[in-house]
């Protein structure tokens, strides 16, 4: 059984940049499809961003696509969600998924999960 474990968070200013890192344990990240997604305060869980087994393969929500960069490193069994530019609205806690069938944007087929990271955009 993979774990996860995000870090990276905090408090940025609008338009400015944060990269996460989730760090896995148990289980080789180049197994599974992975995922970020967030959760803001009194909103469901939303799909962010996904990367397939090959990291050619990618996914992102249309609300940061051009913003946001999901990356492996199979040697260091990282994964990294790489956020510029970012808005307000980006202010919500994120969590790192692993899935061993697809890197798909429904929170509910995601196997394992991470405990989240806040991340904070002030205007």
């Known amino acids: 059984q993979v774990q996860l474990v995000e870090s990276g968070g905090g408090l940025v200013q609008a338009g400015g940049s944060l990269r996460l890192s989730c760090a896995a344990s148990g289980g080789t990240v180049s197994n599974y499809a992975m995922g970020w997604f967030r959760q803001a305060p009194g909103k469901e869980r939303e799909f962010v961003a996904s990367i397939g087994w090959s990291s050619a393969s990618t996914n992102y929500a249309d609300s940061v696509k051009g913003r946001f960069t999901i990356s492996r490193d199979s040697a260091k069994n990282m994964v990294y969600l790489e956020m510029k530019n970012q808005k307000p609205e980006d202010t919500a806690v994120y969590y790192c998924?692993?899935?061993?069938?697809?890197?798909?944007?429904?929170?509910?087929?995601?196997?394992?999960w991470g405990q989240g990271t806040q991340v904070t955009v002030s205007s």
């Open positions: 998924a692993a899935d061993r069938r697809y890197y798909g944007r429904d929170y509910s087929e995601y196997d394992y």
